[in-house]
Nanobody, 125 residues
Framework: QVQLVDSGGGLVQAGDSLRLSCVAS????????MGWFRQAPGKAREFVAA????????YYSDSVKGRFTISRDNAKNTMYLQMDSLKPEDTAVYSC??????????????????WGQGTQVTVSS
């Protein structure tokens, strides 16, 4: 099994930056695809970004492309989400996810087997 712990959320103003972290433990050698999703109050969970094992391929939602950067440090079993130029509409609970497979559709939450507990990001205007 794999356990994920995400952290780094907080309350910031529009235009500020935050970096989220997701630390994996357990059978981390089986992880390939990792991703970030978010869910705002009253809304469905939304794909944010994903990254493959070697970091060679990354995926972003249109709403965060150019502002957010996903990365991973496999030696530390940690994935990051650098969030710049934050907007009030970025306010949500952000959760990291991981899967053993090279996902053909990393944008789908249903494809992931392992999830972190979530970290709140609040952006004030």
């Amino acid at each position: 099994q794999v356990q994920l712990v995400d952290s780094g959320g907080g309350l910031v103003q529009a235009g500020d930056s935050l970096r989220l972290s997701c630390v994996a433990s357990g059978r981390t050698s089986i992880i390939d695809t990792m991703g970030w999703f978010r869910q705002a109050p009253g809304k469905a969970r939304e794909f944010v970004a994903a990254i493959m094992w070697n970091g060679a391929r990354t995926y972003y939602s249109d709403s965060v492309k150019g502002r957010f950067t996903i990365s991973r440090d496999n030696a530390k079993n940690t994935m990051y989400l650098q969030m710049d130029s934050l907007k009030p509409e970025d306010t949500a609970v952000y959760s990291c996810a991981a899967d053993r497979a090279v996902l053909t559709n990393p944008r789908s939450a249903d494809a992931y087997d392992y999830w972190g507990q979530g970290t709140q990001v609040t952006v004030s205007s």
